[in-house]
């Protein structure tokens, strides 16, 4: 293993949802549905595209002061339980991440578990385990309406 790769940041963040792992794995990999919560505050979704099979690919664009896109590849989609996608962005330095979505039936409930790993540094791990805690505060409130 390199040293650069030792060195690569790994960012995880769970929260219990109110629905079910198929509620909470559909609304991750449905477009419209993504569309509404994905990005809650000022900015917003101008379009997303999700070619939902292995080796699909995904592109979020995001509107707000300025335009840029998150894209990657999904690697493994297994309903209602894992979702592994690379993610590039402008936050990752243009390099690619791995980020793994785990979906845990706890009662009624979901406990959902994001881990982005591969980030460069602190401070992109910094800005992305803030933006995962919006992000899927965000998809809890649109779950319990």
Same mark, same amino acid.
């Given at each position: 293993?390199?040293?650069?790769?030792?060195?690569? &940041?790994?960012?995880?963040?769970?929260?219990?949802? /109110?629905?079910? /792992?198929?509620?909470?794995?559909?609304?991750?990999?449905? /477009?419209?549905?993504?569309?509404? #919560?994905?990005? /809650? +505050?000022?900015?917003?979704?101008?379009?997303?595209?999700?070619?939902?099979?292995?080796?699909?690919?995904?592109?979020?664009?995001?509107? @707000?002061?300025?335009? =840029?896109?998150?894209? +990657?590849?999904?690697?493994?989609? &297994?309903?209602?339980?894992?979702?592994?996608?690379? #993610?590039?962005?402008?936050?990752? +330095? +243009? @390099? &690619?991440? %791995?980020?793994?979505? &785990?979906?845990?039936?706890?009662?009624?409930?979901?406990? %959902?578990?994001?881990? =982005?790993?591969?980030?460069?540094?602190?401070?992109?791990?910094?800005? =992305?385990?803030? @933006?995962?805690?919006?992000?899927?505060?965000?998809? @809890?409130? =649109?779950?319990?309406?």
């Amino acid at each position: 293993m390199s040293a650069q790769a030792q060195t690569r &940041e790994i960012v995880r963040v769970t929260k219990l949802l /109110p629905a079910s /792992p198929e509620q909470v794995f559909d609304a991750w990999t449905d /477009p419209d549905s993504l569309a509404k #919560w994905f990005l /809650p +505050g000022p900015v917003k979704i101008g379009a997303v595209e999700l070619d939902l099979r292995v080796g699909g690919r995904y592109r979020i664009v995001i509107v @707000g002061e300025a335009e =840029h896109e998150l894209w +990657g590849e999904y690697l493994e989609i &297994e309903r209602p339980k894992r979702l592994v996608f690379t #993610w590039f962005s402008a936050n990752t +330095g +243009g @390099g &690619e991440t %791995l980020v793994t979505i &785990e979906f845990e039936a706890r009662g009624e409930r979901t406990e %959902l578990t994001l881990t =982005h790993e591969q980030l460069p540094n602190r401070q992109a791990a910094a800005q =992305h385990e803030s @933006g995962w805690t919006n992000i899927l505060d965000a998809l @809890g409130n =649109h779950l319990a309406l």
